[in-house]
């Protein structure tokens, strides 16, 4: 074991971190974990081994959640005293920034094969207990470190989850019910922010789709159901970016986009994707913002902004398969001009993070218009010349229970009045689907939580409920125990 590469990386006239030198301890093995405030938030997890410690950076910390599998990316080894260092590295050095010992004590191995790619150990400390796996992926080392799993035990067999970054598909050669990938997922905060490290991007108001790229193309919605058939001008874009019919010689690849229609002054609209099928009314886009997957290489654990820049220079000029750009660090100035023209919002991302299939804070969305996904939960009677229906009532699923949020009557002409009625007939049931029924200004039809739609509103209020809300359209892309309330806090 050395520390030759600890040692090359540091200046210890000018950082308080210590020199150290390769020595056993005679007590048991201990581990540490330290919170690291650096030019990102991440958690340093450092078990001692053969006179050294051992160390993974975790971005998002150790979970005692057996469900986690959090992304540890293994670093050159540190010397036992650092088991107990914490304060600031100074800036210009090295790890700049705030360390701080989230929790420590004992660890007792039950395998220990660091050549193979797998550790499970028990862990005795304030925060940390129990049996955990350490689990090498079978991915290239990147420029942050080779990747690694962090799993807390009740998984059977830990060394399977390997296999979460692998592809288990052909790319372009899949069957409408095989695996298919997850989008990552953007946290909602409140206000915008300038960040050194962070991008920021245009919200686009569409159906958010995946891009697999091959000898055949499939298009797909966040829960894998195909756009194909519903988008076909897109599939015929991308098959000049693919294998089939490309003049440059094509590529295999999955991206990560939006589907929009653009008005005449270049905003993205959720209600003329809605009506696009019927009158085409509208320039119809897909604006790609990521690249998973190349040619046989998995990009997913490259920092975001490297894998931008293999997107920018692999993606050629077609009409309506745009790149979506981006600025750097500014985001307050970003969210300014994107109210100023009207746009839904923006997207604030972490250039350093990697592709990870879940909602992140490493991806936040800070919004100038309140929309909101709603599940569709009842409707009621039409007062006067209104045909069909009044309005909608509508529910967010909390805990996994529904709760009323509101009901819209406004958004609808009598085309749309009569396209959604006529998808709410087979779901009707007898029971109210909230366990307290809400008072509504007409009588009631209750529905099975299957259809979800989108609106926009004024505000919450302080009962939590959308004020004014507008009805936008339907979407198909969307399950509806995925739907949660956004942007409310309890006052």
Known sequence: MSLKHYQSKRKFAKTPEPEGKVAKSDAKAVFVVQKHQARTLHYDFR??????????????????????????????????????????????????????????????????????????????????????????????RTRGGEPWLLIKAGNKNPAKLSNQFKPTYEVGAKGSNSPHIKPMLATLVEEPFDKKGWIFEIKWDGYRAIAEIGDNIKLYSRYGNLFNDKYPEIVEGLKKFGSEGASFGGHQAVLDGEIVVLDSEGR???????????????????????????????????????????LKDTLPEIANIKYSDHIAEKGKEFFAAATKKGLEGIIAKDGSSPYVESRTNAWQKIKNINEQEVVICGFTEPRESRKYFGALVLGVYDNNKLIYVGHSGSGFDESLLKEIYDKMKPPIIEKCPFDIVPKTNEPATWLKPKLVGQVKFAEWTRDGLMRQPIFLGLRDDKEPKEVKREGYHAR
């Open 268 to 310: 993205s609209q959720f209600q003329l994707l809605q009506d696009y099928m019927k009158n085409k009314s509208g320039k119809l886009v897909y604006y790609v913002f990521d690249i998973l997957w190349l040619d046989g290489k998995d990009l997913r654990l490259l920092p975001l902004i490297e894998r931008k820049k293999i």
């Open 47 to 140: 078990l001692e081994m053969d006179g050294v410690l051992k160390s993974w950076a975790v971005p998002k910390g150790p979970s005692m959640n057996p469900a986690d599998k959090r992304l540890a990316m293994m670093v050159e080894d540190h010397p036992l005293e650092y088991k107990d260092f914490e304060g600031t590295i100074p800036e210009g050095q090295y790890g700049a920034g705030i360390v701080e010992i989230w929790d420590k004590g004992t660890i007792e191995f039950i395998n220990r094969d660091l050549s193979g790619g797998h550790l499970t150990f028990i862990l005795d400390g304030k925060k940390l207990n129990g049996e955990f796996a350490l689990v090498k992926i079978k991915r290239p």
